[in-house]
């Protein structure tokens, strides 16, 4: 079984009163589509499963719980259905269910500072988040 769920944020490139983008003095400067961070180069689970934490060419590292339990679960889901009908582009909630994340779907912490892309990670033996 093949099981997948895209981890994006809803942030959006950096840009200046006027409109237009930031310009850096990186190398590589591009503008990503909405919610998408670039290129993943590490990720590794806690020790205990409970967090996943990711990290890349957008030099911020992003820590994700996964979804442990059925309460878990639920809660996901009635957050995913609340803003569904406040978007309005969704039913009441009752509808077949085409996915099963496996991660809630905003990060719980996200560290930014790095200067240059994140090439690895490793968690301490506590785990603290």
């Not at 996200?110 to 968690?123: I, K, N, Q, R």
Request: hydrophobic share 35%; glycine share 10%; net charge negative.
């Amino acid at each position: 079984m093949f099981l997948a769920q895209e981890l994006s944020t809803s942030t959006s490139p950096t840009s200046s009163d006027d409109g237009n983008h930031a310009t850096t003095s990186e190398p590589a400067s591009f503008d990503l589509p909405k919610g998408k961070s670039g290129a993943i180069w590490a990720m590794k689970f806690s020790n205990d499963g409970r967090y996943l934490a990711a990290a890349g060419q957008d030099k911020v590292v992003r820590v994700w719980q996964v979804l442990g339990s059925q309460e878990d679960r639920a809660a996901h889901e009635q957050e995913e259905d609340a803003a569904s009908i406040a978007n309005g582009d969704g039913d009441d909630g009752h509808g077949v269910r085409l996915n099963a994340p496996v991660f809630m779907s905003e990060p719980i912490r996200e560290y930014h500072g790095h200067t240059g892309d994140v090439l690895a990670l490793s968690w301490s033996k506590v785990n603290p988040v």
